[in-house]
């Protein structure tokens, strides 16, 4: 071995590597880690400071923050949520017209509503339009303004502009979109083994594309016992243990129950390289990796340009498939009957956990509206506007949470 390979230096498990841009969350200088956020920002006044320099400081001190919960927040949206504040600013010059940008702790009313008039007219989707308010509440939250942002109806949003639809309107999986599934995964195998097994996972166990990635096919199974559920939940001898790239960190196990699960991580398996391999190019980075993935999908036109749906709809292909094998029936997205309601309850939260969601409505993406929901009378609680706000102005409100791949 090389003399000076035994002096590289290691890198540390969690610290950042030089694929990963840490401008949107730059480390805390010595000189200034004695002194409070607040002390350090007292020196730099309204006016004599660039805003955006102000806004960095806030950035620096608070982005690692969850807006609403005491944790922390994953690294992608610490990015999106940095990108998008520090382009907010500039947008209220370049697009709102404004003659000189305000420093955050100015912010108003004023140029909220103007921001919001812009992507009115930009006609973005209501869940972008939740997300930037969302980040926006966050920041109130670092300003000690915590009630700032207001219900988007105050800025002028009607419902159909800001109120996500929460139920899949129609079905996104590659069996709607008339996609040869087994063929397809032989083309991308022939091509690049490790993307190609990944989409095995993705559609066995319901994986998110970045967990496919991260999924290390070997210390991955654990035995019933290990996996902490209750004896009466056991479905399979061994379990498929989930936490690496899953939204919020949530830990999740998988029964290997089924033919096709048992193949697809044994494909798995025989692509990694070692016992600790994960299923990117160990060559690569993560990032890198990722954008492997998305360059494959693109190459074979999986897509929604391209063939109509994306990798993302195996994920939507298991949680069908899912569902129909615990209610017997094709859920609703799929044209399904009505299921009896408890039926139709135990199916969906299955098929919730096996998301790694903890909310049986979460189901609702994939399989479209419940029964229960679909028999339930729009009530409106008393006060409450016909868009379903209520009447009150002062009340701050719950953030609506940017979400990652569902």
Not at 75 to 94: G, I, P, S, V, Y
Not at 177 to 188: K, P, S, T, Y
Not at 192 to 221: N, Q, W
Not at 294 to 314: N, R
Request: charge should be positive.
């Amino acid at each position: 071995m090389p003399s000076h390979a035994q002096h590289a230096p290691r890198r540390v498990q969690g610290s950042l590597g030089a694929w990963r841009d840490a401008h949107h969350q730059p480390s805390r200088r010595q000189e200034r880690a004695a002194r409070t956020p607040a002390e350090i920002l007292e020196h730099h006044r309204p006016g004599q400071t660039h805003p955006l320099r102000v806004l960095d400081l806030l950035i620096e001190f608070h982005n690692t923050q969850h807006t609403a919960l005491e944790k922390t927040v994953s690294h992608k949206t610490r990015q999106e949520r940095a990108d998008f504040l520090r382009r907010f600013f500039r947008d209220l010059k370049a697009k709102a017209h404004f003659a000189t940008m305000p420093d955050p702790r100015n912010l108003g009313d004023r140029h909220i509503r103007a921001m919001v008039a812009i992507w009115q007219q930009e006609r973005l989707a209501p869940a972008t339009i939740q997300t930037y308010l969302s980040f926006l509440r966050g920041l109130a939250r670092w300003l000690g303004k915590p009630g700032f942002i207001r219900k988007p109806a105050h800025y002028g949003l009607t419902p159909a502009e800001y109120r996500r639809h929460g139920n899949a309107l129609r079905d996104k999986s590659w069996t709607a979109a008339g996609i040869d599934i087994d063929a397809l995964f032989e083309q991308v195998n022939a091509y690049d083994r490790y993307v190609g097994a990944s989409l095995h996972l993705i559609r066995a166990f319901g994986l998110r594309r970045k967990e496919s990635v991260m999924l290390r096919p070997h210390l991955c199974v654990v035995p019933f016992e290990a996996t902490g559920l209750p004896p009466t939940e056991r479905q399979a001898e061994h379990y498929v243990r989930i936490k690496e790239g899953a939204k919020g960190g949530r830990l999740r196990f998988v029964p290997l129950d089924s033919e096709q699960r048992i193949a697809a991580l044994a494909l798995a398996q025989a692509v990694v390289q070692g016992e600790d391999g994960h299923m990117g190019n160990p060559r690569h980075s993560l990032k890198r990796n990722l954008r492997r993935f998305d360059y494959v999908m693109a190459k074979f036109g999986i897509t929604a340009e391209g063939l109509g749906a994306t990798a993302h709809g195996l994920r939507h292909e298991a949680m069908i498939e899912h569902y129909t094998e615990k209610a017997g029936m094709v859920p609703p997205v799929r044209g399904g009957g009505d299921v009896p309601p408890d039926l139709d309850a135990a199916a969906r939260l299955s098929a919730a956990r096996l998301a790694g969601h903890n909310r049986t409505r979460a189901a609702g993406a994939y399989l479209g509206q419940s029964v229960i929901m679909r028999s339930k009378p729009q009530m409106r609680p008393p006060g409450a506007e016909p868009d379903g706000s209520q009447q009150q102005n002062h009340a701050p409100q719950a953030p609506d949470m940017p979400s990652e791949e569902r």
